[in-house]
């Protein structure tokens, strides 16, 4: 393994007035991650740790970084198993998680819609048996006959895009999506979270398998991978990571879901709250942050000078010297040029002294 960045650490902002008030659930004892979140536990911890929903340039239903595998290798021996996930965004975090293999997971975005993007994936994950069936459910398309659950990525996603778009399918699946959430789960879903759902599910049905990025609103970078292409992409050996590449990967992410060990939480990463409560929550309980995707979040955070109160924030999670940043940016290590690459960072190096002066 080659040796992971250390960065320089900017000074930190004072320490904020913070609530502190994370769920006390009863499903974890202090010094023990619940085996599962009842569903009153998993909303009330959404509701607890949330902070007011805020803007995002686009709706951001789908990755950009098509070489968001390439530090898996390196990420796989870094970041230890069976502690905490944290990341930002849309689906390339199934991915890492399947290779981190974490206890639990928590995916902190500034958009509330963000927040309804994962609860119909966790409905579509629950309702699915297998990865065909999955994709069936997520663009609205007949399972074409034939198709296994052993098959690759490459054979599901090859007789997919052959595969019509059906509204019928797509009005079913809707409603059972619905039903997962509300009748079955019985999420206090408000009326725009409804609304949004229904909005991200019709984008995969209207644009299928070639969705991109940019696909609701028609801008951004000329070359955007579409969602077969991140689902076929590899590491920076070959090897196919995605987490439809195997079955195992994702009988991992649909068994987490299952148990609402995957916890969506609209917060701002400079935000008063929502970090800061996971970080109280992990702590209660004796559990650390395992890997934490950024995105290429820093880029905004210090155009907007939040920088270094993100530093203070992440300051106070529960980290160990194997504790991993995963960020994109341009260019990089691994590879050169203009498209997004991801990059480790060792956290508790990074943000050593934040919050402290």
């Not at 079913?172 to 039903?179: A, H, P, T």
């Not at 990463?269 to 209660?284: E, H, N």
Request: charged share 20%; aromatic share 10%; with cysteine.
């Amino acid at each position: 393994m080659s040796a992971r960045p250390r960065y320089l650490v900017l000074l930190a902002l004072p320490l904020l007035a913070v609530w502190i008030g994370a769920s006390g659930s009863g499903a974890g004892t202090a010094g023990k991650l619940p085996a599962r979140l009842t569903d009153q536990e998993f909303w009330t911890l959404i509701d607890d740790m949330s902070e007011p929903s805020g803007n995002f340039r686009s709706d951001n239903l789908l990755s950009n970084e098509g070489r968001f595998q390439y530090v898996i290798p390196d990420l796989v021996e870094a970041a230890r198993p069976g502690g905490v996930y944290m990341g930002v965004g849309p689906e390339q975090n199934f991915t890492y998680i399947a290779v981190t293999r974490p206890s639990l997971a928590f995916i902190v975005d500034i958009r509330r819609g963000n927040l309804d993007l994962h609860l119909m994936y966790k409905a579509l994950f629950e309702l699915s048996a297998d990865r065909a069936d999955f994709v069936s459910r997520l663009f609205s398309r007949k399972r074409p006959a034939g198709l296994r659950s052993g098959a690759t990525a490459a054979e599901i996603f090859s007789a997919y895009l052959q595969v019509e778009p059906s509204q019928e399918a797509y009005e079913r699946n809707l409603k059972d999506i619905q039903r997962q959430l509300a009748a079955r789960h019985g999420f206090a879903l408000t009326g725009d979270d409804v609304k949004a759902i229904q909005y991200v599910y019709n984008a995969f049905f209207t644009f299928g398998p070639g969705i991109q990025y940019s696909s609701t609103e028609g801008f951004g970078a000329a070359y955007q991978p579409t969602y077969s292409d991140l689902m076929l992409a590899t590491d920076n050996t070959g090897r196919p990571r995605g987490y439809l590449a195997s079955q195992e990967s994702f009988a991992y992410l649909k068994d987490l879901e299952t148990r609402n060990l995957v916890v969506p939480v609209v917060g701002n990463f400079a935000g008063p709250k929502a970090i800061r409560a996971v970080a109280t929550y992990l702590k209660a309980r004796d559990a650390t942050v395992s890997a934490f995707y950024l995105s290429n979040v820093e880029q905004y955070l210090r155009l907007q000078r939040g920088w270094n109160t993100f530093c203070a924030n992440v300051a106070t999670l529960p980290l160990t010297d194997a504790s991993t940043f995963i960020r994109a940016g341009h260019g990089g290590r691994v590879a050169r040029g203009t498209a997004l690459t991801a990059e480790l960072g060792v956290m508790a190096a990074e943000v050593e002294g934040c919050g402290l002066r």
